[in-house]
């Protein structure tokens, strides 16, 4: 009696293993399809709208790991801001974070910030957000940067 105890301790051990690996799989295969349904084309509307303004961006997607977007100063190759979504190393779902860094001109150094992504969205509703959704964050973390940049006294 008492070896089938420690057998089925053991067995359901084992099992809340696989599990984990699932969901963290999962979440590795959703945040995948976040990036490339939703966040890269948020990303080449955003760099259509900037380009007549003179303005380059840069974007880049680390497989189940991370998405990139730099927007640089107009006219300039020296990037201004920064805004990288991250999908932490074993999440069990899409938890995500944000991390945005930018200079307040072209010479200064790079100030970063990290915060959760969209907070406000469950993990669940991330991948029923739309391209517009990204767009409207993105212009929102930008605008607060650079107006608080703009507006500082040193």
Request: aromatic share 10%; hydrophobic share 35%; proline share 6%.
């Amino acid at each position: 009696m008492i070896e089938e105890k420690w057998m089925k301790e053991l067995n359901r051990y084992f099992e809340d293993l696989r599990i984990i690996e699932k969901c963290q799989q999962e979440a590795r295969d959703h945040f995948d399809q976040f990036c490339e349904f939703i966040v890269e084309p948020a990303f080449e509307a955003l760099e259509q709208a900037l380009e007549p303004r003179g303005i380059k961006v840069k974007y880049d997607h680390r497989k189940k790991s991370s998405i990139h977007i730099q927007i640089n100063f107009p006219e300039s190759k020296i990037d201004n801001f920064h805004y990288t979504i991250v999908l932490p190393p074993n999440s069990l779902e899409l938890k995500l974070l944000l991390k945005t860094a930018g200079r307040k001109n072209k010479k200064s150094q790079l100030e970063e910030r990290e915060r959760p992504f969209m907070p406000e969205v469950k993990p669940e509703d991330i991948l029923k957000l739309g391209k517009e959704d990204i767009i409207i964050d993105i212009i929102q973390k930008l605008k607060e940067f650079n107006y608080a940049a703009r507006t500082s006294p040193d």
